[in-house]
């Protein structure tokens, strides 16, 4: 099956600086790829997703960036806020649509 | 749009009891919803899809005995613990696809204690 790593576990930045979580995976077929937030206690939030025929996509401050090749792709968050602060997941769909998480990554924003 | 309701929110109950949760998709038809379940600090982990009309199908370590989902509708799904036990204990989430679409919407969660 589908095996998806996530780095880092955790990540500290200063506020206005840029995040960066890289996830990998192993199965080539796997075509779509949603980032989700989710603060404590709450839901996962999609907050930018990406298709295996496209290679960036941004949204404001969000932006993925998709290697096929290389099995890999990346959540850039710009100009961090506190209000950034939340565990990040990365996820990799299977030919099924069935979701196969990564561990996550705690993003904490230090005014 | 694409909103997932669960209930309840939490949920108290003592060793050996059954729990249901609902979770419904409210402004659109759900042909396939998940069921995950996460513990504390630790990822997502599906344990079933559920497919409007038929039978659900299970993660491998997944008792179907255990955890019986019913998907009767296009906008409904259950999930019911039975004889729940301590270690069932966790925060269960749902979520609910589109036919035509990729994205998981999900619901708030139903947070399961059992004594």
């Known amino acids: 099956g589908e095996n998806v790593e996530q780095h880092p576990s955790t990540l500290s930045v200063q506020e206005g600086d840029s995040a960066v979580i890289k996830c990998t995976y192993s199965?080539?077929?796997?075509?779509?790829f949603p980032w989700y937030k989710q603060e404590l206690g709450k839901r996962p939030q999609l907050i930018i997703d990406?298709?295996?025929?496209?290679g960036e996509k941004k949204d404001q401050r969000i932006a993925v960036t998709l290697n096929k090749t290389a099995k890999h792709f990346s959540l850039h968050i710009t100009e961090t806020q506190p209000e950034d602060s939340a565990v990040y997941f990365c996820?990799?769909?299977?030919?099924?649509?069935?979701?196969?998480f990564g561990a996550g990554t705690q993003v904490v924003v230090t005014p | 749009g694409a909103v997932v309701s669960q209930h309840p929110s939490r949920v108290i109950c003592k060793s050996g009891t059954s729990v249901k949760i609902e979770c419904r998709s409210l402004?659109?038809?759900?042909?396939?919803m998940f069921w995950y379940r996460q513990f504390p600090k630790q990822s997502l982990m599906l344990m079933a899809t559920?497919?409007?009309?038929?039978?659900?199908?299970?993660e491998q370590g997944v008792e179907k005995d255990k955890f019986l989902i019913n998907h009767a509708s296009l906008t409904l799904s259950t999930l019911t613990v039975t004889s729940a036990h301590p270690e069932d204990s966790s925060f269960y989430i749902c979520?609910?696809?589109?036919?035509?679409?990729?994205?998981?919407?999900f619901g708030p969660g139903t947070r399961l204690l059992v004594l």
């Open positions: 199965d080539s077929a796997s075509n779509y």
């Open positions: 990406i298709r295996s025929n496209v």
């Open positions: 559920s497919n409007e009309g038929s039978k659900a199908t299970y």
């Open positions: 979520s609910a696809r589109t036919e035509q679409g990729e994205t998981q919407y």
């Open positions: 402004d659109f038809q759900a042909t396939t």
């Open positions: 996820a990799v769909s299977d030919s099924w649509g069935k979701l196969q």
